[in-house]
Nanobody, 116 residues
Framework: QVQLVESGGGLVQAGGSLRLSCAAS????????MGWYRQAPGKQRDLVAR???????AYADSVKGRFTISRDNARNTVYLQMNSLKPEDTAVYYC??????????WGQGTQVTVSS
């Protein structure tokens, strides 16, 4: 069982930056694949970025070059550094943990609002 708690969301102007954090409780954080998803009002929840237990990363095309996902296994934490933010990045951002493609855990979400 893994519990995820996000932090770092807020209101920022277009072009600004935010860093989201996701702290995980439980054991064996280092073996989980971690990801960030986002959901805007009236839209589906979409993958933003993910990082494997080995550190390989992947990004949605819309955030490539602007967002960076990283993990600190010693702190049981995954981060999402978001730069050059755009109004269309406005959404609730959710942290996700996956083990072996079977076990899935979600955080409660953190709101990111980018003003134009």
């Amino acid at each position: 069982q893994v519990q995820l708690v996000e932090s770092g969301g807020g209101l920022v102007q277009a072009g600004g930056s935010l860093r989201l954090s996701c702290a995980a409780s439980g054991n064996a954080f280092n073996i989980y694949a971690m990801g960030w998803y986002r959901q805007a009002p009236g839209k589906q929840r979409d993958l933003v970025a993910r990082i494997t237990s080995g550190g390989s990363t992947a990004y949605a095309d819309s955030v490539k070059g602007r967002f960076t996902i990283s993990r600190d296994n010693a702190r049981n934490t995954v981060y999402l550094q978001m730069n050059s933010l755009k109004p269309e990045d406005t959404a609730v951002y959710y942290c996700h943990a996956n083990l072996n493609g079977v076990y899935n855990y979600w955080g409660q979400g953190t709101q990111v609002t980018v003003s134009s």
